[in-house]
Structures are given as C-alpha cells and as structure tokens.
C-alpha cells in the first residue's frame, strides 16, 4: 500500500514539474525588445509590422539551463502573435551576457525585410514575404 501512494506521489511530482518547465512557459512570455516598421518603409500589407524578441522560459537540455528567446515578426497591434514569421533564437555574445547583448542588438527595416544585428556580428534576416499578407 505504502508503495502505491510513494509511486502516485513520484508521478504527481513528475507531472506538476513537467507542467512548470515544459508546459506552462510555452503560454507566457515576455517581450524585451521590440523594433516597429518605420513610417518609411510599406509592405502595402496589414502594415505597420514589428520585430519583437519574447522570453520563453527556460531551456532545461542546456548546461547550465538558459533562457529561450523566440523573435517574431508580424502586424504591430497583434500583441497576442498569432499571425506571423516566429524563430526560436539565440545571442552569441562571447564578450557580454544575453541581457547585455539583447539590450545592443537593432532592427533595421527595408522594403525587402527586417534584419536583426547583434553587437557580435550575428545577423538574421527575414524576407518581407515571410510575415505580410494576411488569411
């Protein structure tokens, strides 16, 4: 009988952790930075779009575990994402940390996408047709 309980218990405290570090951070998230397409670039889409860089918990396979950022790209007013071009991401920054390294990173807008630049030299860039257009 003991062994049944120490067994639902071991699988209740399984479950709750499962839901704190895998489940749970995948609903919540929070932005740290966030560029929007200057009035000088048109997509003639949906516009204005921006770039936002959004916390997502912590990555648990990493050692030591580390933050997740996910950047995404769609229309300025849809705060809650749900129509655009996301990519899990990560800041290379061998001489600062990640706090240090998102607060130097810049977005530079042009009519044929968004790029982001790290102070490291690190680029992405996303092609407009990955984020314009509507369903």
Same mark, same amino acid.
């Given at each position: 009988?003991?062994?049944? +309980? =120490? ?10 952790? $499962? ?15 966030? !560029? *929007?397409?200057?009035? !000088?670039?048109?997509?003639? !889409? ?5 770039? *936002?860089?959004?916390?997502?918990? +912590?990555? %648990?396979?990493?050692? /030591? ?18 129509? @655009? ?8 920054? #061998?001489?600062? *940390?990640? #706090? ?8 530079? %807008?042009?009519? !044929? =996408?968004?790029? $982001? +630049?790290?102070?490291? @030299?690190?680029?992405?860039? +996303? /092609? #407009?047709? $990955?984020?314009? =257009? @509507?369903?």
């Amino acid at each position: 009988m003991k062994q049944g +309980i =120490g067994a639902a218990f071991l699988a209740g405290v399984l479950v709750a952790a $499962l839901l704190l570090t895998v489940v749970l951070p995948r609903f919540f998230q929070q932005a740290v930075y966030r !560029s *929007t397409q200057p009035s !000088s670039v048109a997509y003639h !889409s949906y516009d204005p779009y921006s770039l *936002t860089i959004n916390e997502r918990g +912590i990555n %648990w396979t990493t050692l /030591p575990p580390s933050k997740r950022y996910q950047l995404f790209v769609g229309r300025a007013l849809d705060f809650d994402h749900t129509y @655009g071009y996301r990519l899990d991401y990560s800041f290379h920054s #061998q001489s600062t *940390t990640t #706090q240090t390294a998102i607060g130097q990173v810049h977005a530079v %807008w042009s009519a !044929s =996408g968004v790029t $982001l +630049i790290e102070e490291s @030299g690190q680029r992405v860039f +996303i /092609p #407009q047709d $990955l984020f314009t =257009g @509507g369903r």
